[in-house]
């Protein structure tokens, strides 16, 4: 079976499973799409292609593929020719893992991820991530684009994520539900320390040390399953339940990381104000979200740059 056709069939089993259009609910009787055959196929068919063995994970969100570009003794693979990887259709995802070294450390960049708003079931959505913990990674450093909530944020400023709210999952449309595999992790994680305390607060260490302390934020995101930008009256709830910002991605992952045992970081990038108010005329789209990225792009690669090499030589001084 080539990659499309298997492609074909998760999408056709999500429809069948959720009757509603393409990402599959995991409700009582359903299963995973990927097979842990399937996961040891990608990872033996990667260990054989690269002599790199990625300690870190970096997960780059739209137009973000860039932080790649500061490692070295790279070697990259394109998603549609790895097996059983999805393929990025976002405009700002490039599509492909890139191996090399930053700092010393053995990493893999994903140059682009994957979102329920393509019509990938959460299995797809997270796919790489328990490939990446099959292969060796110990810590994943997931990036993304967001819009700013908090009133006091500006565009351009990076948020720290310190906690999240998963609202596809409160809708059961989660990463997690089905039959519990061991292997990767236990059945109920805990969740309240989703993003590691130690790397939070190395970001702000890093983050004062390149002069960047005036827009580095700390606070709670939001997933929301998109493909449109919020409602007004939908922004507004979100404030009231506490969030900070707002995404399409990047949960998923996280909440995979964390039951393999992965400890996580996630950065996002604000790259607009959500409307809270309706006599406002500007609207938000995702060409003016790539934009702003490009505008941090220098900075956020030597803000992961660094942040790979300390890192890594924490994780050590933790063993």
Not at 121 to 144: A, D, H, W, Y
Not at 184 to 197: E, L, Q, T
């Amino acid at each position: 079976m080539n990659q499309s056709e298997k492609l074909w069939l998760c999408a056709s089993s999500s429809f069948s499973s959720s009757g509603v259009g393409g990402t599959t609910m995991h409700g009582k009787g359903s299963s995973c799409c990927c097979s842990f055959d399937d996961y040891n196929l990608t990872t033996e068919w990667l260990l054989n292609q690269t002599n790199h063995r990625p300690k870190v994970a970096v997960i780059c969100g739209s137009g973000l593929g860039l932080l790649a570009d500061g490692a070295v003794n790279k070697q990259t693979f394109r998603y549609q020719d790895i097996p059983n990887f999805p393929v990025s259709t976002v405009p700002g995802h490039e599509g492909c893992l890139v191996f090399g070294t930053v700092e010393g450390t053995s990493c893999v960049f994903m140059k682009g991820h994957f979102h329920l708003c393509e019509g990938y079931s959460l299995c797809q959505v997270t796919f790489p991530v328990r490939i990446f913990k099959l292969m060796g990674v110990e810590s994943v450093l997931v990036t993304n684009a967001s819009g700013g909530i908090c009133p006091d944020f500006k565009v351009g400023d990076i948020m720290i994520i310190k906690d999240h709210i998963n609202l596809p999952g409160f809708a059961g449309q989660h990463p997690l539900c089905g039959p519990n595999d061991e292997r990767f992790g236990i059945r109920f994680p805990c969740m309240s320390d989703a993003y590691s305390k130690d790397l939070r607060s190395l970001s702000l260490e890093v983050g004062s040390e390149l002069g960047c302390s005036h827009f580095l934020r700390s606070g709670v995101y939001c997933m929301v399953s998109g493909p449109n930008f919020e409602t007004i009256a939908e922004a507004r709830m979100l404030r009231t339940l506490g969030c900070d910002s707002v995404g399409m991605s990047m949960v998923p992952e996280v909440t995979v990381a964390k039951h393999c045992g992965l400890r996580v970081l996630g950065l996002t990038l604000i790259t607009n104000k959500v409307s809270l108010d309706y006599s406002r005329e500007d609207k938000v789209n995702h060409d003016e979200v790539l934009e702003i990225c490009k505008m941090r792009a220098e900075l956020l690669q030597k803000l992961v740059t660094t942040l790979i090499g300390r890192c890594q030589q924490q994780s050590i001084n933790r063993h």
